[in-house]
């Protein structure tokens, strides 16, 4: 099914979601979602106070205008966390999911200051990450047995204290990067810019065609010993 946010039957981004099925793809309208302020109707989708939950199987996809035709880039849909939340969680999602042609700027948290993925297979493709803060991994934070793949995207100018663009200390899954730039990421403590990885990851970290640069740490890359 081809589902589309803002129907009658879905008031919210995170509903439209919840009532997906494995297989499904929900479109996202062209705007700027801030995830951080409750009730917060833009576009006609009603977002909710809070991070999106992804759900398995299914693929969020940007870009549409008000005819419901794909017609603009990842920065024609922007979810924006406002300074105050993640923009994306996937936790413990038994089927893969994608998401494509958005951009994520502006989250924060804990860990993972736009992305969390916890024991899920997560596709990312043709999105930007962007100005992104947490305490450890400014643009992504990975876990467990975490399953990722970015594909032409750009994460850029994301922040944290320890490891700005994506952290992935205690993830035993597979990291692969194809055609993504990685640009002027800080990390405070210096230990890594790009990716930070441990020694329990399943299988080496693959870049493909990729750019790393202006880093804002000591390390584009670092693992543990």
Known sequence: ???????????????????????????????????????????????????????????????????????????????DGGGLVRCLTAVDLTEPCEVANLTMQHGEADRGGAVLIVNSAVSLRDCVIAQNHATQGGSMFCSKRANIDLVNCLVVQNSA????GIS???????????????????????????LHVGEWLGSPARFTDSILWNAGAAHELNSYP
């Open 168 to 194: 992935a200390p205690l993830c035993f899954g597979r990291l692969r990067f194809q055609n993504c730039t990685f640009m002027a990421n800080a990390d405070t403590e210096g230990r890594s810019a790009t």
């Open 1 to 79: 099914r081809n589902l589309t946010s803002g129907e009658a039957t879905f008031g919210t981004l995170q509903e439209t979601i919840d009532a997906a099925n494995v297989g499904d793809v929900i479109g996202i309208r062209q705007g700027a979602y801030l995830l951080a302020e409750p009730a917060n109707l833009k576009n006609g989708i009603d977002l909710q106070d809070g991070p999106i939950v992804l759900k398995k199987g299914v693929k969020l996809q940007g870009g549409y205008d008000e005819n419901w035709e794909m017609t603009g880039g990842p920065e024609s849909t922007v979810l």
């Open 161 to 164: 204290n320890q490891d700005a």
